[in-house]
């Protein structure tokens, strides 16, 4: 009898043992933690569809099916995702507290949109400062498309690393596909709250095989996207150069 007991005791004790360590390891808080962080720093909603999993090499955080929205209830998200994975340390899980300084995004379609009303939306209202960020891209596309005129560019299958610093200078780094050519991407902007107003610094350098293209100057996007500075193509046959920077030589 006294045998049956001591099981007993035993079967209940690994059962709160386990009850306790699922209350503590379930990551399902982190949705709603990540979503205050992003509508404090962001000023937008941020949904998450697919649930939360926790991750043990390397320990982090997973939240499946993410959408970042636009500044309007009408407008498209600004951000889709497959998946986000944020780090976290064992202290951050007793804690329920996340860093999201470090995130990488999966399969994330990133749209950068002006609607006909000339609103662009990544126009950020944040309610608290956000200090510096990187995000890793992977198997993602970005795209701008202006409601206004029609001008239109993307890339896909990128594989990105994005810093943007506590004052807004944004630089990207990696690769991505552009007009069918897998090309090497670096890009700086200065300013980006200033892209869609007077403009900012802007430099830009992509490179495939045979084939580059060089921009230093300004960007803006106020009335039409354009680029003011000086620029170089270059290729073993000029109209394919041209063409692959977008200008039509007939």
Do not use: C
């Not at 470090?102 to 608290?128: C, K, T, Y």
């Not at 495939?208 to 803006?220: E, I, Q």
């Not at 106020?222 to 193509?233: D, Q």
Request: without cysteine; neutral net charge; hydrophobic residues 50%.
């Amino acid at each position: 009898m006294r045998r049956w007991h001591v099981w007993a005791a035993a079967g209940m004790v690994a059962l709160v043992l386990f009850l306790a360590g699922w209350l503590v390891l379930a990551p399902g808080w982190a949705i709603g933690v990540t979503r205050d962080m992003v509508s404090a720093q962001l000023g937008r909603r941020l949904d998450v569809t697919g649930g939360a999993y926790l991750q043990l090499s390397p320990l982090a955080v997973r939240l499946d099916g993410v959408k970042l929205a636009g500044p309007s209830e009408d407008s498209d998200a600004m951000v889709t995702a497959a998946s986000m994975t944020i780090p976290v340390s064992p202290g951050q899980l007793l804690g329920r507290t996340l860093d999201v300084s470090n995130i990488s995004l999966e399969q994330a379609s990133i749209g950068f949109l002006i609607d006909d009303r000339g609103q662009a939306n990544w126009a950020f209202a944040p309610q608290v400062p956000g200090g510096a960020i990187r995000i890793s891209l992977t198997e993602s596309s970005l795209r701008y498309f202006d409601s206004r005129n029609g001008q239109a560019l993307s890339m896909s299958d990128a594989a990105l690393a994005v810093d943007i610093a506590a004052n807004g200078e944004t630089t990207l780094r990696g690769t991505a596909a552009i007009k069918g050519r897998l090309a090497r991407v670096e890009a700086f902007i200065k300013a980006m709250n200033r892209v869609h107003g007077d403009g900012s610094p802007f430099d830009l350098s992509l490179s495939a095989p045979d084939l580059s293209f060089v921009f230093n100057g300004r960007l803006a996007t106020a009335k039409v996207l354009s680029l003011s500075g000086t620029a170089s193509v270059s290729g073993p046959g000029l109209h394919a150069a041209l063409r692959w920077a977008g200008i039509e030589t007939g």
